[in-house]
C-alpha cells in the first residue's frame, strides 16, 4: 500500500471514529487506538507533505454538532487534550514545560495543577452580571450547539450568582457534564425493562442526555456537571488553582480532588493514589489532567493546532481481571431468546464486584472457545456492562471440556429453534414457558406500556407465581383482598397497585397495542400501524399483504401480527382486556385530521424551527401519510429544514439533489 493510499484509508477511519464518538455516541474502539491512528496519520503527513489536506482529521478537533441545535461560535476556541498513557509520558510532558520556560530540574519553578478527568461531555458555560445567559458545547472547537435550556435542568448548576460576589461581571467557565453512576444504573434499569438498548457507559448517556429535544426527560434523568476552568479579561487571580477556588466559592461544583503538586514525585503519587481511589467516586472517570498553574507561563507555552502545551491528560488502563468461570447458565427472555451467561468467581473490577457477564449467543462462546471452569479475562475499562474478552489458554484444565449450548429451554425443555441467519436460539413454547409469561407480564405494566403503577419486576413474578395473574387480562380482575395477603403486601400497597390498574384504562390504544408484546412491534412501528388500522378489531381481520402495505411494516412483522392474533389464547385475552374497558381503538380527536397528503413521502428534518418543534413536525408528517428518517438517501422525498441546518446534511442533500423546503413551505404541503 502506497503512503497516499494509506492516508486516505486513516483519514477515513478516522472520521468513522469520530461521527461515532461524537455524534452517535457509540464507540467501538478506546482512546488509547483512536490516538494511535491520529498519531500514525500525523506521521505519514510530516514525512510526505505533498499528502497534506487541510480537511485532513488532524487539522480539527471531533465534532458533536447536531443540527437540532443553534450553533454558536466560542469566543474562545475549546481545545482536546494530548493524551499520555504512562508516568514517563507524563514526567516527559512536566519536562518539556520546564524546558519551554527556562527552568531545569523538578517541578518548584513550574507548578502543576492535578485534576481528575471526568469521563462526560464539555461544556462551556457563559455569565453576564452574575447570570447564566448561554451554555454551548465543545462543538467542533470553533462552535458549539446552544444547549442552555437543557443545562438549566441541572441542579449543581448556580443559574444565578449570590449578589454581592466577587465575580467577574463577564466571564467563561468550562467543565463536564456527567451522569453519576446512581443515576446512570436507575436509566438503564429503566431501559433494560423497556427492553431497549442499554447506554454502554455514563459518558455516552450523558452525552445523548444533554442534546435531547426534550427539555424535562433532561430534568428527569440526573445530570451533574464538574468544573475545571475559567476564563475572562478580569480574572481574580493569576493562577489556575486560585481562580478554581474562586469559582467554588461564587457556587460552581468544583472537584475535591483538584490538587497543587511541586515536584515529580508529588506528581507520581498523584496518579498511584487514584488509579485506585478513583472507584469510589461517585461518577465516572477515565484519567487525570495535569495544568501548569502559571496563567502567565501557560501564555507563554502556548497552544499547538490542536490542544494546549501547559495541559495534559493521563488516561488510566483499561481495567482487566482474570477469574474462573464457574458455570454457564441459561437464561430466557420474554420474546424466547435464550442467552449464555458466565458466573464467574467475585472479582473487582471498577469498584464493582462482577460475579456474572452474558456471553450474548452461541456464535460468541464458540469464537471464543470457552471451555468449563476457564479462567476468562473481563474489562469494563469505561464500560459499565462487564464483558468477556478472552480466555487464558495457559491456565486451562487438561481434561476440561467445551460449553456447549443448551438444545432444549432451560426452563420448560421444549427443543429450542434458530432462524436462519441469526445468531440467537429461540423457545418457541410461546404460551407455556413461565419466564416468556412473565417477561410478557413485565413489559405489559412498563412505564412506556400501561404504566401501572406500584407494579415492579417482583410482583408480577409473585402475583403469577401465586396464580392470580397468569396472563394480561388477569390484572383487570384484582381485588385489594387478593393483593395484601402476598408477602411484602400490605392494604396501601394493594390499592396503589389496584388505583393504577384502573387508571391504565385511559392509555391510548397505540400503547395497548405495543403493551402486546406481539414479536417485532416495537412502540414506534405500534404508533404507527395503530394511527393506520385505528382498531384492534380491523387489525385483526386484515390480511398480511394489508398489514405489510402499512408504512414501515415488512413481512416479518405482519407475519408476526397474523401469528400472535391466530393464538386463540391470545383472542381471549383480547376479548377480556375489551370487556374491563381497555382502550382497543384509537379515540375520535386522534384519528381527526389524517390524512394521505403526504403518502409515501419520506422527510429528513434538521435544524430550528419557529412555529412548531421537531417532534411537532414529526408528529404531522407521521399524521399526513409521511415518514420521518434520521438520515439523507436517495429515497428521501424532501429535506424540512430550519435555522442552523446540519452542514453535513445540507452537503448531502444538496449532492444527491434532495429538495429542501423550509417550514412555511411545508405547512402549505398540509393545507395550513
Not at 448517556?205 to 427539555?215: I, P, Q, R, S
Request: hydrophobic share 40%.
Amino acid at each position: 500500500m502506497t503512503p497516499a493510499d494509506r492516508v486516505r484509508e486513516l483519514r477515513s477511519e478516522i472520521e468513522r471514529h469520530n461521527r461515532l464518538y461524537y455524534v452517535d455516541n457509540s464507540p467501538e474502539i478506546d482512546d488509547r487506538e483512536y490516538d494511535r491512528l491520529m498519531k500514525e496519520l500525523e506521521v505519514l503527513e510530516r514525512e510526505h507533505p505533498e499528502l497534506d489536506d487541510p480537511l485532513s482529521p488532524t487539522h480539527r478537533v471531533g465534532s458533536d454538532l447536531s443540527g437540532g441545535f443553534t450553533q454558536v461560535v466560542h469566543e474562545r476556541p475549546m481545545l482536546s487534550l494530548g493524551n499520555t498513557y504512562s508516568l514517563g509520558e507524563v514526567n516527559d510532558w512536566v519536562e518539556r514545560c520546564n524546558e519551554a520556560l527556562g527552568n531545569a530540574g523538578g517541578l518548584l519553578s513550574v507548578p502543576i495543577v492535578g485534576e481528575m478527568k471526568f469521563d462526560g461531555t464539555s461544556i462551556s458555560l457563559i455569565y453576564e452580571g452574575g447570570r447564566l445567559v448561554r451554555a454551548l458545547t465543545r462543538g467542533d472547537g470553533v462552535k458549539g450547539d446552544d444547549v442552555t435550556a437543557n443545562v438549566k435542568t441541572i441542579r449543581s448548576i448556580p443559574l444565578v450568582l449570590e449578589p454581592g460576589g466577587d465575580w467577574p461581571e463577564r466571564f467563561e467557565i468550562r467543565g463536564e457534564i456527567v451522569l453519576p453512576w446512581a443515576a446512570f444504573e436507575r436509566l438503564n434499569a429503566e431501559r433494560a425493562f423497556n427492553e431497549e438498548p442499554l447506554f454502554a457507559n455514563p459518558r455516552n448517556a450523558a452525552a445523548g442526555t444533554l442534546k435531547m429535544l426534550n427539555t424535562p426527560e433532561v430534568a428527569r434523568r440526573g445530570l451533574d456537571a464538574y468544573f475545571y476552568y475559567l476564563l475572562s479579561d478580569q480574572l481574580p487571580a493569576d493562577n489556575h488553582y486560585d481562580n478554581m477556588l474562586k469559582a467554588r466559592s461564587w457556587g460552581f461544583k468544583v472537584s475535591e480532588v483538584m490538587t497543587l503538586l511541586e515536584s515529580t514525585d508529588a506528581v507520581d503519587e498523584f496518579i498511584g493514589y487514584w488509579d485506585k481511589e478513583r472507584r469510589n467516586l461517585p461518577v465516572a472517570t477515565d484519567g487525570l489532567v495535569f495544568k501548569v498553574n502559571s496563567l502567565r507561563q501557560q501564555l507563554n507555552l502556548g497552544f499547538t493546532a490542536k490542544s494546549p502545551r501547559w495541559a495534559i491528560a493521563y488516561k488510566f488502563a483499561a481495567e482487566r481481571a482474570l477469574t474462573r468461570l464457574r458455570f454457564v447458565s441459561f437464561e430466557v427472555g420474554r420474546t424466547g431468546v435464550v442467552t449464555p451467561v458466565a458466573n464467574l468467581e467475585p472479582v473487582l473490577l471498577s469498584g464493582t464486584v462482577v460475579k456474572r457477564a452474558s456471553l450474548h449467543n452461541a456464535d460468541i462462546i464458540r469464537n471464543l472457545g470457552i471451555h468449563e471452569e476457564d479462567m476468562l479475562y473481563v474489562e469494563k475499562g469505561g464500560e459499565i456492562i462487564p464483558k468477556i474478552t478472552g480466555v487464558d489458554l495457559d491456565a486451562r484444565r487438561p481434561d476440561s471440556r467445551e460449553v456447549e449450548f443448551v438444545k432444549t429451554c432451560p426452563s420448560c425443555g421444549t427443543e429450542l429453534v434458530r432462524e436462519p441467519g441469526e445468531a440467537a436460539w429461540i423457545c418457541p413454547n410461546k404460551w407455556g414457558c413461565r419466564p416468556q409469561i412473565i417477561g410478557r407480564i413485565e413489559h405489559f405494566v412498563g412505564r412506556h406500556a400501561m404504566d401501572l403503577d406500584g407494579i415492579g419486576d417482583e410482583n408480577c413474578a409473585m402475583l403469577y407465581d401465586a396464580g392470580l395473574v397468569g396472563n394480561i387480562a388477569d390484572f383487570y380482575r384484582l381485588r385489594v383482598e387478593d393483593i395484601e395477603r402476598l408477602d411484602g403486601m400490605g392494604y396501601r400497597s394493594a390499592v396503589k397497585i389496584v388505583d393504577g390498574i384502573k387508571a391504565s384504562l385511559g392509555v391510548p390504544f397505540e400503547r395497548v397495542l405495543y403493551a402486546l408484546s406481539i414479536p417485532y412491534v416495537g412502540e414506534t412501528i405500534s404508533r404507527k400501524i395503530a394511527r393506520a388500522v385505528g382498531s384492534i378489531d380491523r387489525l385483526m381481520a386484515m390480511s398480511p399483504e394489508e398489514i405489510q402495505a402499512i408504512d414501515d411494516v415488512g413481512p416479518s412483522i405482519a407475519a408476526s401480527i397474523k401469528e400472535y392474533f391466530g393464538h386463540e389464547g391470545n383472542r381471549a385475552i383480547i376479548e377480556r382486556l375489551r370487556e374491563a374497558g381497555v382502550q382497543l381503538s384509537m379515540a375520535e380527536q386522534d384519528m381527526s385530521g389524517l390524512t394521505d397528503l403526504l403518502g409515501g413521502k419520506t422527510f429528513v428534518i434538521s435544524g430550528v424551527f419557529s412555529r412548531h418543534s421537531r417532534d411537532e413536525y414529526k408528529a404531522l408528517i407521521e399524521k399526513n401519510g409521511g415518514k420521518n428518517s434520521g438520515s439523507i438517501s436517495k429515497k428521501t422525498d424532501y429535506v424540512l429544514a430550519g435555522e442552523n441546518m446540519g452542514p453535513a446534511k445540507l452537503e448531502k442533500a444538496q449532492k444527491l439533489g434532495v429538495p429542501i423546503i423550509d417550514e412555511n413551505e411545508f405547512l402549505a404541503m398540509i393545507g395550513e
